[in-house]
């Protein structure tokens, strides 16, 4: 009995091999689908038919730039976790330069702001005029406090102004 044959490797790492694989399913960033939101969200759910993207370029995400075959794998994907968690994600105000710049000493601190977030309409609903409603969501401090903390709030206060 002789010796198990060895497999030769070909080349020293795999380095051109995962610079391949690590673009090769990139998707768009929030920042970008959050100027698609604001600017040409009816007109990238009535696209027209491209037979080279799936289901032709007629079902797709907005929220997570992504084609699909029919209107019932948009519908399921629109309950997955993968998508709830990029609505939550896109509530909160895309990073912008200005903000970068604050954050470098340029500037007071500003909070970014939350909004209301929405799974799109449907084709039939943009046909007859619905569109993705982003609206900016007020913070109240007060609103967020139970009223019985809010309570003890006002009694403190007003026993250190007596």
């Given at each position: 009995?002789?010796?198990?044959?060895?497999?030769?490797?070909?080349?020293?790492?795999?380095?051109?091999?995962?610079?391949?694989?690590?673009?090769?399913?990139?998707?768009?960033?929030?920042?970008?689908?959050?100027?698609?939101?604001?600017?040409?969200?009816?007109?990238?759910?009535?696209?027209?038919?491209?037979?080279?993207?799936?289901?032709?370029?007629?079902?797709?995400?907005?929220?997570?730039?992504?084609?699909?075959?029919?209107?019932?794998?948009?519908?399921?994907?629109?309950?997955?976790?993968?998508?709830?968690?990029?609505?939550?994600?896109?509530?909160?105000?895309?990073?912008?330069?200005e903000e970068?710049?604050?954050?470098?000493?340029?500037?007071?601190?500003?909070?970014?702001?939350?909004?209301?977030?929405?799974?799109?309409?449907?084709?039939e609903d943009?046909?007859?005029?619905?569109?993705?409603?982003?609206?900016?969501?007020?913070?109240?401090?007060?609103?967020?406090?139970?009223?019985?903390?809010?309570?003890?709030?006002?009694?403190?206060?007003?026993?250190?102004?007596?």
């Amino acid at each position: 009995m002789g010796m198990v044959s060895k497999r030769k490797k070909m080349h020293y790492g795999d380095t051109h091999l995962q610079r391949r694989w690590r673009v090769r399913n990139r998707r768009r960033d929030l920042d970008q689908i959050d100027d698609d939101l604001q600017t040409r969200s009816g007109e990238l759910i009535n696209q027209n038919v491209d037979l080279d993207k799936p289901g032709f370029a007629q079902f797709y995400c907005v929220h997570c730039a992504k084609y699909f075959i029919d209107d019932t794998a948009m519908q399921a994907h629109f309950r997955t976790k993968v998508h709830k968690r990029r609505l939550k994600a896109l509530e909160i105000e895309p990073y912008s330069i200005e903000e970068a710049e604050r954050a470098a000493g340029r500037g007071s601190f500003v909070k970014p702001k939350k909004r209301a977030m929405e799974t799109q309409p449907s084709k039939e609903d943009v046909v007859a005029g619905k569109r993705i409603r982003v609206e900016v969501v007020p913070e109240d401090t007060d609103a967020t406090d139970s009223p019985s903390t809010s309570k003890t709030k006002r009694k403190k206060v007003e026993k250190m102004e007596t």
